[in-house]
C-alpha cells in the first residue's frame, strides 16, 4: 500500500485510464494491499491471480472487493499465455500446480 500513491501518480502522467491486465502474484497483504488504492482510481479489464486454494479471511475480502468493481478474476498458471501487445507476448511459468498450505508456493511467474 505504501507506494501504491506513487504508481498512481506515475500512471496519471502517462495517461493511463484503464489497466488492462493486473497480475497479483499471490495473495499476500504486502502484494495486494496497493491493488484497492489502485482499482479504486483505475479500471481494470481483468485480475490475473493464482486463485490459491487456502481460505483466509484477507483474501476473501480482497476478492469480494475486486469482484464488487466488476472486474474478471483469471486463474493464473503455468501455461497461460496472452499479448499485452502485438509482438509482446507474457507466458505464464509458475504456479505449476496449486499448494494449499504455502501462499508463496503459489506465486504467478512471468516471462514476457
Known sequence: MEYAATVARYLRRLGVAEIEHVIATHPHNDHIDGLYYLLNIFSAQRVIDPL??????????????????????????????FELSPGIAVDLVGPVKPCNFRLNDNSIVAKV
Not at 464488487?68 to 503455468?78: L, R, T
Open 52 to 81: 490459491a486454494p487456502i481460505d483466509r479471511k484477507e483474501i476473501r475480502d480482497y476478492m469480494k472487493f475486486v469482484a464488487s468493481k466488476g472486474i474478471p478474476i483469471i486463474e493464473g498458471h503455468a501455461g497461460l499465455s
